[in-house]
């Protein structure tokens, strides 16, 4: 399976239609769906579990459980946040599974986040911010 755009129609490729996409309607209104989720980035639902650190069967028999949903939120604020540095959907979620952080000891902001550290890493893209706007 490959990574990021190819599982995202073209007409959702800015923050908004990504959501949208994410939404599933059979969970609630409030649901984001795992089994897209891991469509856009290119992982099985296992290697979903284990970056959200909850047991595989969660993903699939309560996918709308609030550690399943927390973990997606939390993916989501980094991508959100990045998408505005960069403007670009497509971007984000590359740079998300693949650009080493040099600050971090050159890991991703996908294992940073997996890590628990989602607010290092929106500080850090804070940074880039200022820098970029100063």
Known sequence: MSTTTEAIPAFHKNFDGFMDFLRDQELGAVA???????????????????????????????????SVQRFLREVLRVIRASADLSGDI??????????????????????????????DVLRYIGSLQVGAAG
Not at 33 to 52: E, H, M, Y
């Open 90 to 119: 497509e971007r984000a979620l590359f740079w998300y599974r693949n650009e080493p952080l040099q600050p971090f000891e050159y890991k991703t902001a996908e294992q940073l986040v997996s890590a628990g550290r989602t607010d």
């Open 32 to 66: 984001l769906s795992p089994k897209r989720f891991g469509a856009v980035f290119g992982i099985d639902l296992q290697t979903l579990a284990n970056q959200a650190h909850i047991h595989r069967n969660t993903l699939s028999r309560a996918p709308a459980s609030e």
